[in-house]
């Protein structure tokens, strides 16, 4: 990345410098902008953002690694086994002191190739102020990348892994270089694209190495540095079928041709096609550079003698020497890639603080969501804690206006719960067994109560009844039916109570359990490490309170129910009127089978004509009943008739059957308001009133300190943690960029 970097020009540069990027034609105002956006990459915003950057891609032993020593001034290491085998990001500073060099070690992945939340630096070694140490150090950073599982302290004393663990590595190494004749650049030198691999190699390094350029160049705002050697087949060189597959329009691709001094007499005009951008045209356009041979390498040609072998080999040497020189040599290629650097940096400023703002505020959302992180004080935030807790449960118990609340879903189960008890109501037949075709009318003085299903029940028939009564008889005097017939029936019929009542408790613990489950989660979710101690305790305590209220709450029920075996009532006037309507429908029903003709007029007659005074009946039953009308038995209607028929040897019978399906239904009534009342007080209720002192005894007043174990209770999840830790070391990334780019206007 070029940045601000002022550099006095020199006749007689150092022989270990660079390529010298001293242009002052750079103005100020650029000189800006570069440094500014080396600054945004030194706080790592590249992670966060796609900042203007170049990366060096080629495949392997294209010349990259000599056109690196000629940007930097600086000797790479090149003994057999050690070229560049994981990215290696150069940052070139303008600085008023004397010379230096850190060399750093950046990791991005774990010693499992698993990505790291956030990418770690290390210094690798002391400050450099000898060029001739830059080497040696590399070399044994790349060993200490390649060997994560090694202290990398051990590689700073020259320590050797017999075999590297790793062929290559996205972890990188980080060079940065000061000096007062250097000109602000940032590159990143990737690991040569290969297509196959040696003995000794893994075949999924030739991914690995392919996405770690794709990882770079992907992003639109990455200048790609092509490098292609003419000593080998332009078409088998895969990295530029890589640039053209993610800068398919050749936009932001400078290529560069290497080591032109191998080309074989006679072919170099394939090679001239490239360089006048006749051939894979850029828009960026080709270069073409000459860098020492590995025998000059050997015998210390100097930095200014490579230049002038480079100079004098494209103006005397043919075809070269014919061409433009705009694009041949490392110096036009340095002003090019400055220019292009700077002219990107430019265009996207002002988008770079768009993204940056909207980024700013997607983290702030971002913290803002995150669980208010544990206090320092867990003693107080757990008794709070308990308490807010506690405040949800029984806010949820007392009811809220949400459609599946706490009582919303409770009231739906005791709704099922009536149905069931009604379900059970005595099916009593007032006819014989054996009777044929019967057909009874329905309870019309129940439509206005009922409006359910009912009668389901145990089937008795009036012969039945009648048997049981003359079984049961002992001392009693003729015509009297001992109680214990009537007691027995209910008794029978009670008894299948107690399924619905437990299935309905079942129902309201499940109901419970599931709705106290959410308010520990809603209420703990910030405590998430494996549930957290404080949820498991929680929900240990709710568990163990649900179960001493639900067994105190079966006992109960158990009670109500052994209640309702006897018959008992004190509600008289309700069983006495039940009764009658219940005698006389099953008179009326049976004299209809034995006195079909009458009962046929009575079913019949409508009540609406009724006789009144002052009217003359036109049949027989108006004639009756307008006769017991003048008679002041007022209010008689048709249906009461049958009970003026003959006394029946089966009515006790009946009269059994009137008071079981009376009591029936004064017991039913008071049984399905005391069961859902006993579950509401004794176990809804009931929880609500001793959870927040049972939470408090079992969490606070456990044994050992207390303030200690609140605090192992009230841990962050791990999880929360980091990503709290992620966002707010992104946030001061984007402040800190945010007031560089405040400061560049």
Same mark, same amino acid.
């Given at each position: 990345?070029?940045?601000?970097g ?25 000189r ?27 495949s392997q ?30 940052l070139?500073?303008?600085s ?17 190739? #698993? ?6 630096n ?48 996205e ?9 007062p ?22 075949q ?8 770690l350029?794709i ?25 530029f079928e890589?640039?053209?597959k ?28 490239y ?22 390498? &050997? ?11 480079e ?43 768009d ?37 949800d ?19 739906? /189960?005791?709704?099922?719960? &009536?149905?069931?008890? %009604? ?8 006819? /014989? #067994? ?12 129940l ?15 009036l012969?039945?009844v ?5 079984? @049961? ?24 109570w ?6 309905y ?11 106290i489950?959410?308010?520990i989660?809603?209420r703990? /979710?910030?405590?998430e490490?494996?549930?957290s ?13 649900i ?5 105190a ?28 309507r ?6 009326g ?13 009575i ?16 049949n ?7 006769? =017991? ?13 049958? #009970?003026?028929?003959? /006394?029946?040897p ?26 859902? =009342? ?14 927040q002192?049972?939470?408090y ?11 200690? &174990?609140?605090? @192992?209770? %009230? ?16 946030y001061?990334? %984007? ?11």
């Open positions: 990345m070029a940045g601000s002022t550099a006095t020009p020199s006749s007689s540069l150092d022989s270990n410098l660079g390529v010298g990027l001293l242009d002052e034609r750079i103005s100020f105002r650029r800006r902008m570069l440094n500014l956006v080396d600054r945004l990459h030194s706080v790592g915003l590249q992670s966060d953002i796609d900042l203007p950057q170049i990366a060096v891609i080629g032993s294209a010349g990259k690694s000599s056109l690196v020593e000629a940007f930097t001034g600086i000797k790479l290491p090149r003994a057999s086994g050690t070229c560049t085998r994981c990215p290696t990001e150069c070139l500073k303008y008023n002191g004397p010379w230096t060099c850190k060399v750093s070690l950046r990791f991005i992945k774990d010693i499992n190739g #698993k990505a790291l939340g956030q990418a770690k290390v210094e690798f070694g002391p400050l450099i102020t000898d060029r001739d140490e830059v080497e040696e150090r590399l070399r044994r950073a790349q060993r200490a990348i390649l060997n994560p599982a090694y202290d990398y302290n051990d590689f700073l004393g020259g320590f050797e892994a017999e075999t590297p663990e790793l062929s290559f590595s972890n990188y190494v980080s060079v940065q270089i000061h000096g004749t250097l000109t602000d650049l940032s590159f990143c030198d990737l690991p040569g694209v290969i297509a196959s691999v040696g003995r000794n190699g893994r999924d390094d030739v991914d690995l190495i392919k996405s350029s990882r770079y160049i992907e992003k639109p705002s990455c200048v790609i540095l092509l490098t292609v050697s003419c000593e080998t087949d332009f078409e088998v060189q895969g990295a890589l640039a053209r993610y800068d398919p329009e050749g936009r932001r691709t400078i290529g560069v041709l290497t080591k032109p001094d191998r080309i074989e007499e006679g072919e170099e005009h394939r090679w001239i096609q360089v006048k951008n006749e051939e894979e045209p850029l828009e960026l356009g080709w270069f073409c550079v000459k860098q020492p041979d590995p025998a000059q390498l &050997r015998r210390g040609i100097t930095w200014e003698e490579a230049r002038a072998k100079k004098t080999f494209f103006t005397t040497k043919e075809p070269w020497c014919s061409l433009t020189s705009q694009n041949l040599g490392t110096a036009n290629l340095v002003e090019r890639l400055s220019d292009t650097l700077s002219d990107l940096i430019a265009k996207r400023l002002p988008e770079l603080q993204e940056l703002q909207e980024l700013l505020q997607r983290t702030e959302q971002s913290l803002a969501e995150l669980p208010v992180s544990p206090s320092s004080d867990s003693l107080a935030e757990m008794v709070q804690l308990i308490g807010h807790f506690s405040a449960v029984f806010r949820f118990i007392e009811g809220t206006p949400e459609k599946d609340g706490l009582l919303q879903s409770i009231r739906l /189960k005791q709704v099922e719960f &009536r149905h069931a008890i %009604l379900s059970l109501a005595p099916d009593l037949r007032p006819y /014989k #067994k054996d009777a044929k075709n019967i057909t009874v009318p329905a309870m019309g003085f439509s206005r109560e009922e409006t359910e299903t009912v009668g389901q029940g145990k089937v008795l028939h012969d039945e009648m048997e049981k009564a003359h079984q @049961a008889r002992t001392r009693e005097l003729p015509g009297n039916v001992p109680f214990v017939v009537t007691q027995k029936i209910i008794e029978e019929i009670m008894r299948n107690e399924k619905p009542v437990f299935g408790f079942d129902s309201v613990q499940a109901i419970m359990l599931d709705a489950k959410r308010l989660v809603e703990f /979710k910030r405590f490490h494996a549930m101690l404080t949820s498991c305790r929680t929900r240990l305590e709710v568990v163990e309170q179960k001493q209220h639900r067994d709450t079966k006992e109960h029920l158990r009670w109500l129910i052994n209640l309702e075996r006897r018959p008992f009532t004190l509600n008289s006037q309700y069983l006495e009127d039940y009764k009658d219940f005698l006389a429908y099953y008179k029903c049976w004299q209809k089978e034995m006195n079909s003709d009458v009962m046929g007029q079913q019949a007659f409508s009540d609406t004509t009724a006789p009144t005074t002052g009217y003359t009946p036109v027989p039953l108006e004639e009756v009943l307008a006769n =017991l009308n003048k008679l002041r038995f007022r209010g008689v209607a048709a249906h009461d008739l049958p #009970k003026l028929l003959p /006394k029946d089966l009515e006790p019978a009946l009269e059994i059957m009137a008071t079981v399906r009376a009591y029936f239904q004064v017991s039913y009534k008071r049984f399905v308001d005391n069961v859902p =009342l006993a579950i509401d007080y004794d176990f809804v209720q009931g929880l609500g009133r001793d959870i002192d049972a939470l005894k079992s969490i606070i007043q456990g044994s050992g300190d207390a303030r200690e &174990r609140c605090k @192992a209770f %009230l841990q962050e999840s791990p999880l929360v943690s980091a990503q709290r830790e992620n966002l707010q070391r992104r001061e990334r %984007l402040e800190i960029a945010k007031g560089e780019l405040m400061g560049i206007w």
